[in-house]
């Protein structure tokens, strides 16, 4: 995702932790040229096998969230 809504753009990274057993699509906020802050992730637990929605003490637009779920699941591979 690479995408600007209100006054923020947003985009995302996919990150790995094979010793906590879990992928990542995790959702970067910019805003006015200052650094970009993680504001939320689509993680996939291998332990449950299914995905949950983190994000960390800010608000996230629905529209946003639902296109980093839908990126998500089309782009962390499942075994």
């Known amino acids: 995702m690479d995408r600007q809504y209100g006054l923020h753009r947003y985009s995302t990274r996919l990150a790995?932790?094979?010793k906590e057993g879990n992928s990542a699509l995790e959702l970067y906020a910019e805003r006015d040229g200052e650094d970009a802050e993680?504001?939320?992730r689509v993680v996939f637990w291998d332990a449950y096998g299914d995905f949950f929605l983190e994000t960390f003490g800010t608000d996230v637009?629905?529209?946003?969230?639902?296109?980093?779920?839908?990126?998500?699941?089309?782009?962390?591979?499942?075994?």
Do not use: F, G, T, Y
């Not at 637009?61 to 075994?79: F, G, T």
């Open 16 to 18: 790995n932790d094979n």
């Open 38 to 40: 993680r504001v939320a």
């Open 61 to 79: 637009p629905v529209v946003v969230a639902e296109q980093l779920i839908a990126e998500a699941k089309a782009s962390i591979k499942i075994r």
